[in-house]
């Protein structure tokens, strides 16, 4: 789809045939990564007067940028009854579609298929073997059929069978050099510029910020202290379990291709509460999968706000969500009015999109 051409809320502009429903649920169930999140960094210094609302330049003036303000001026604010000291001013975020883009596909479910084409030259079976003659051939309506079985053995040969140091090398040299084929630009660089900005200012006001994603951990880790300033000791993902072996010479981590934790909806609130160990009073989302995430925080004693960003800017990113295949907004869509959750519109709030791009 060209750059400046629209398209109606609802559906993902600019893309191909979509990934199908069943293979993005699935590949954001296994978590296509590894490892598990850890506990809270210290508490931040001393507490620092709210910055100005300025310092959120890509946010265009309106009720979002307002509700965001309003409540870290209240939490900030001795005087205020809604102050907070700083070791409960903690934030959760969900990474695809909210920090960064999820359009045509998730981008780690893309790494995983990346991954298999540059391995074929070195399995000639693959070629009459599915599922990786599909991928290899880029047979769309094939991976349309995809389910568990297939994204398993996927999943066996591009994030399992390694150790942990080679996996992130792997990530890493993948995150650096492949590009988006509708923006052509590394995929590490369709980050929100507004969402960074906004993890920045949370931090100059005392907020913990994490990470709380359907993605995989460890690929997520692999960025998320460049592209965001969150370390990943604060980055909480869906993950495959791992094995500790060793021999006489060293020990070492091997990720197997076995489910371990599934962050998405529900499993939301539980690595929350298993990673994190305290009720956060910030949470952003942007899908149905971020629900329940949403409503744990904010219905918690004291202020809370949840935020929804709603994917409805077709010529700068993709207007997209009730009939969606990834990032699907539908329930979320619906009750936000009433649970209070301001709905964040990339339209109208974000005066620019991407983390590289001109104003």
């Given at each position: 789809?060209a750059?400046?051409s ?10 191909t045939r979509?990934?199908?429903?069943t293979?993005?649920?699935a590949?954001a169930?296994?978590?296509v990564?590894?490892?598990a999140?850890?506990g809270?960094?210290?508490d931040?210094?001393?507490s620092e007067?709210?910055?100005q609302?300025s310092?959120l ?7 979002a ?5 309003d409540f870290v001026?209240?939490i900030?604010?001795?005087s205020?009854?809604?102050f907070?000291?700083e070791?409960e001013?903690i934030a959760v975020?969900d ?6 883009a ?7 479910l893309?790494y ?6 540059e391995?074929?030259?070195?399995h000639p079976?693959?070629?009459?073997e599915?599922?990786?003659a ?10 349309a ?5 297939e ?13 942990k140091e080679?996996?992130d090398a ?5 995150q ?10 590394l995929y ?7 969402m960074?900005e906004?993890?920045?200012?949370l ?8 990470i709380?994603?359907?993605?995989g951990?460890?690929?997520l880790r692999?960025f998320?202290e460049e592209?965001y300033?969150i ?7 869906s ?6 072996r060793?021999?006489?010479s060293s020990?070492?981590?091997v990720?197997?291709?076995e489910l ?13 509460d298993?990673h994190i160990?305290?009720r956060?009073?910030l949470?952003?989302?942007n899908s ?5 995430m ?5 219905t ?7 935020l929804?960003l709603?994917h ?8 997209y969500?009730r009939?969606s295949h990834?990032g ?6 619906d009750e936000a009015a009433?649970?209070?959750w301001v709905l964040v ?5 974000f005066?620019v ?7």
């Amino acid at each position: 789809m060209a750059m400046g051409s629209r398209q109606p809320a609802g559906k993902a502009a600019g893309t191909t045939r979509p990934a199908p429903r069943t293979l993005l649920r699935a590949a954001a169930a296994l978590a296509v990564a590894v490892g598990a999140g850890c506990g809270p960094t210290a508490d931040a210094g001393p507490s620092e007067p709210p910055q100005q609302a300025s310092s959120l330049e890509s946010w265009n003036e309106g009720p979002a940028k307002a509700a965001i303000v309003d409540f870290v001026g209240r939490i900030t604010d001795p005087s205020s009854a809604d102050f907070r000291p700083e070791a409960e001013r903690i934030a959760v975020f969900d990474n695809d579609g909210t920090l960064w883009a999820e359009q045509p596909m998730y981008f780690q479910l893309i790494y995983a298929l990346d991954q298999v084409r540059e391995m074929a030259p070195e399995h000639p079976e693959w070629v009459t073997e599915e599922p990786f003659a599909s991928v290899i051939r880029d047979d769309q309506e094939a991976l349309a059929g995809f389910g568990l079985p297939e994204l398993m053995q996927i999943l066996a040969v591009s994030h399992a069978g390694m150790t942990k140091e080679a996996f992130d090398a792997r990530a890493r040299e993948w995150q650096q050099t492949a590009r988006h084929p509708r923006f052509d630009r590394l995929y590490s660089s369709l980050t929100y510029r507004p969402m960074v900005e906004l993890l920045e200012y949370l931090r100059a006001n005392g907020f913990q910020t994490w990470i709380v994603s359907g993605g995989g951990v460890d690929f997520l880790r692999n960025f998320s202290e460049e592209a965001y300033g969150i370390p990943p000791e604060q980055v909480v993902g869906s993950s495959l379990k791992s094995e500790y072996r060793s021999d006489a010479s060293s020990p070492w981590i091997v990720k197997v291709p076995e489910l371990g934790s599934v962050d998405d909806k529900a499993g939301k609130p539980v690595n929350i509460d298993l990673h994190i160990g305290r009720r956060p009073i910030l949470a952003f989302g942007n899908s149905d999968g971020d629900f329940e995430m949403l409503e744990y925080i904010t219905t918690g004693d004291g202020a809370r706000l949840g935020l929804i960003l709603h994917h409805d800017d077709a010529d700068r990113e993709w207007a997209y969500d009730r009939d969606s295949h990834v990032g699907r907004l539908d329930r979320g869509l619906d009750e936000a009015a009433a649970r209070g959750w301001v709905l964040v519109s990339m339209a109208r709030d974000f005066s620019v999109v991407f983390s590289e791009q001109q104003r």
